[in-house]
Each structure stands twice: as structure tokens, then as C-alpha cells.
């Protein structure tokens, strides 16, 4: 299986930061990744996939880059609604999540 | 608007069973790969079963094949995970989600708002 490493786990911004997230794979994902965001309430978002497209209804703050086994997503001007946990997923059989980032308000 | 509303959590001992179900709406359900996906307390998510659009293949981890079975009822517009030999491991929130695309993506576009699952004696 393809393992997914995060980092940081976690991380403390202030509001209008740009804040960037990094996932390593441990093997070439060829562009197979998507990003999620995870609120306190459950509900669970898709932001971005396939990289750098997003998802219809995420807002375009969020952005998504990288290639081979390194990947990361970018929020240009955080706000206090995404304050949550974020999660990226490689795309192959079996799919496999990282061990995500809580990013928390300074 | 697309809406998944999974049910049937609940408290178990260890060994028993239990099925959750998840019914979809706002979208051609038959059209679409659906999948289970858990996070126990404190961990990460795990993938846990994908179905295609007519029931016909399936797939499960390791950590759940041969206990765990999902199908689906595209009359009823309706997924179901059927959990058998249920562990403590197996305690977390399960969460049904719906394909991106017509074709299967893996990619998680909709999620429900996901059913508690505890195993215990």
C-alpha cells in the first residue's frame, strides 16, 4: 500500500496567513491526489483533486500543486471557517489517506 | 443538492454484527461508484469498501475483507456496509461518500455526515 506522510501534523496561523500543507507518497502517485477539509461538526469536504483542480463549490483560496511523490495545498488568505483538519488521499488501490494536519488559529 | 445520510450506528459487543445503510439523494445514484470510509477516535481516515454502479465488483482492505460486505439497491437509492465479527478495532465514525466523477476516480466528491460505530462488551 502507498503510504501518505503529512506535514505538519499540526499548525497555528493568523487569520489573512498563507499557509501551505505538504503530503509525501511514498511512491510516484502521478498526479492522484485530492485534499479534504474536516470540521469539528464531522461533515467532510472534497477541496481539491487530481492535484490542483478544485472541487465546484471550494472556495479559490485553496489551490493545489506538486508532482511525483511531493504534494502540497495552499490557502493564500486564511479565515476563521477553515479552521479544520486536512487530509490528502493518493488515488490508487487501495487508497490511502495521510495522517493530517489540524491547523488551529494563532 | 447531493445528500448522503448514513444510519444503523450504534453500540455492539465484539463478535456480533451490524448494517449500516446510507441513502442517497440529489443525484443519479446508479450512475456513480460509492464507497465506506471510517475514522476511528483519534486516528486518520481508512478507506473501507467501494462498489461499482450495478453491484457487480466490490473491494474491501485487508483489515475487513472476509468480515465486511457492501452492496447497494439502486431502486432504493440506497448503499449498505453489512459488518460481521465485529472487533474493538472496528470502533469509529463510518461515513458513506459518493464518487467525483462517472467513472471511478477515487475520489471522495460527497460525504455523509457519518454513523457511530462502537464495539464493545
Known amino acids: 500500500d502507498i503510504k501518505m506522510t503529512q506535514s505538519p501534523s499540526s499548525l497555528s496561523a493568523s487569520l489573512g496567513e498563507r499557509v501551505t500543507i505538504s503530503c509525501r507518497a511514498s511512491?510516484?502517485?502521478?498526479?492522484?491526489l485530492s485534499w479534504y477539509q474536516k470540521k469539528e461538526d464531522g461533515s467532510v469536504k472534497l477541496l481539491i483533486y487530481h492535484t490542483s483542480r478544485l472541487q465546484p463549490g471550494a472556495p479559490s483560496r485553496f489551490s493545489g500543486s506538486g508532482s511525483g511523490k511531493d504534494y502540497s495545498l495552499t490557502i493564500s488568505g486564511l479565515e476563521s471557517e477553515d479552521i479544520a483538519t486536512y487530509y490528502c488521499?493518493?488515488?490508487?488501490?487501495?487508497?490511502?489517506f495521510g495522517g493530517g494536519t489540524k491547523l488551529e488559529l494563532k | 443538492e447531493v445528500q448522503l445520510v448514513e444510519t444503523g450506528g450504534g453500540l455492539v459487543q465484539p463478535g456480533r454484527s451490524l448494517k449500516l445503510s446510507c441513502v442517497a439523494s440529489?443525484?443519479?445514484?446508479?450512475?456513480?461508484?460509492m464507497y465506506w470510509i471510517r475514522q476511528a477516535p483519534g486516528k486518520g481516515l481508512e478507506w473501507v469498501s467501494s462498489?461499482?454502479?450495478?453491484?457487480?465488483?466490490?473491494y474491501y482492505p485487508d483489515s475487513v475483507k472476509g468480515r465486511f460486505t457492501i452492496s447497494r439497491d439502486n431502486a432504493e437509492n440506497t448503499v449498505y456496509l453489512q459488518m460481521n465479527s465485529l472487533r474493538s478495532e472496528d470502533t469509529a465514525t463510518y461515513y458513506c461518500?459518493?464518487?467525483?466523477?462517472?467513472?471511478?476516480?477515487?475520489?471522495?466528491?460527497?460525504w455523509g455526515q457519518g454513523t457511530l460505530v462502537t464495539v464493545s462488551s
Open positions: 461518500a459518493k464518487d467525483r466523477g462517472l467513472r471511478r476516480a477515487l475520489e471522495f466528491a460527497y
Open positions: 462498489i461499482n454502479t450495478d453491484g457487480g465488483s466490490t
Open positions: 511512491e510516484n502517485i502521478n498526479n492522484y
Open positions: 488521499q493518493q488515488g490508487y488501490t487501495p487508497p490511502t
Open positions: 440529489g443525484f443519479t445514484f446508479s450512475s456513480y461508484w
